[in-house]
C-alpha cells in the first residue's frame, strides 16, 4: 500500500472492504456514545448538584475498565476476533437500551442504577475497542496502520464534535432518553457490519477459551511489556496527560456558573477538544508519514499541556474552547502516533493484550484526571486544577526525553524490526 503525500488525511485503506466495515462500526457508533457521554456526568450534576460526584462517577467505571480491559485484551489473543467484536457490540446495544428505560425512572432517575450501568458500558466499551484496534494491521498491512489509525481517530472526533452538540440541544428540552436510545441503535448497526468481516484469529493457536488460560495471558502480557520500554513509555506518558489534565469533571460547573447556565455551553465545552481533533484529523496526512514517532508524541503532549493551562485561565467561553481545540489537535497527534507505535512494534500474538492496557490507560487515565479535578475544583477552584496540571505535563515531557532516550529516538522505519526481536525473545522463553 503506497502512502499518499501532502497534507490531507489519507483514504487509502478505505480501498479495504474489511476495513471499511470495521471503519462503518466505528462511524455508526460514534454520535451516540458521545451523546451518552455527556448525558451522563449531567445526569448526575442534576441528581447530586457537585461537581466531586461527577468525578466519583468516573471511578466507578473504572474497576470494570482495568479488569475486563485486561482481561479482554487476552481472550482478543485467544479467539476469534470478530466474534468477540460482535459479542460487545451486542452487549453495548443492550446496557444503552437500559439507560434509555432508567432515565425515565421517577425523580429523573436513580444514582445507584445510573452507577450500575455506567460500569456496564465501561465494561463492554473496555473489551469492543481493543479488540478493534488489534485487527488494523492484519486487514491493512503495515504500510497502512498510521492511516487506518488517522481515519477512524477522525471520525470519532466528528462524532464527539456532532454528538456533545446535539445532545446539549436535547438536554435543553429535556429529554435523555431519545440520547441513550441512539446509543443502543448505533452499537445494533454496528453489529451488522461486522458480521460481514472475515474470520480474524490471532497470529498464535487458538482453542476453546478458558478463563484460567486468559488470567494467565494477562501475565504474560505485563510480563513482555516489562521488557519493552518503549511500548511502556506510550502508556505512561498517556497517562500523565490524562490524570493530570483531563479537564471534562469541571464542564459542568463552568457550563452554570462561570458561562451563564445556559445548556448549550455544556455541549460546546465537551465538544472544543474534538475540534481541534477533527481539524488535525483532516490535516493528518503529514502525520502518518512521520518517522520520528516518539519526539513527536513527547512535543504533542507538551502542547497539549500548554493548552489546557491556557484553559483554565480562560474568562470567556469562545476562549475555553479554543484553548480545548488546540489540546485536542495535540490530543490526535498523540494518540495516532502512539496506537501505531503500539501496534506494529507488537508481535501479533501479544497486540490484543498490548491494546487491552491501551484502552485500559486511554480511558482509566480520564477517569482518574476526572477525580482529581473534580477534588481540586472542588477545593481550590477550576482554575487552579487546570493550570496546575498543564504545568506538570510539560515538564514531565522534558523529563521523559532526557530519562528515557529510547522512546524520543524511537523511528517508525524500525518497528518490524522491533517485533521480530521481541517475538524471538518470547520463542526464546
Known sequence: MRRRGGWAIDTTPLRNRAFRRVFGGVAVTMLGQQMTLVAVPYQVYELTGSSLMVGLTSVVALVPLVVFGLLGGAIADAMDRRRLLIITSVGAAVTSALLAGQAVLPGNGHLAVLWLLEAAVSAFAAVNQPVRSAVIPAIVGPDGVAAANALAMTVRQAGVIVGPLLAGVLIGVGDLTILYTVDALGFVAAGLLLRGLPALPPGGMTGPLRLGAAVRGVGEGFAF????????????????????????????????????????????LFAGASIGSLLMGLTSGWVTRVDRQGAVVLAAIAVWGVAIVGFGLASTLWLAVFCLAVAGAGDMVSAVLRSSMLQMAAPDEMRGRMQGVFIVVVAGGPRLGDLRAGVLASTFGVSVAMVSGGVVIVVAMILVAVLVPSFWLFRASRSEEMAESARRKMAEG
Request: proline fraction near 7%; charged fraction near 10%.
Open 225 to 268: 511489556l516489562r521488557t519493552q520500554p518503549v511500548l511502556l513509555m506510550t502508556f505512561v506518558v498517556d497517562i500523565i496527560a490524562m490524570l493530570f489534565a483531563w479537564p471534562q469533571a469541571v464542564f459542568p460547573e463552568l457550563s452554570q456558573t462561570t458561562f451563564g447556565g445556559d445548556a448549550n455551553s455544556l455541549g460546546w
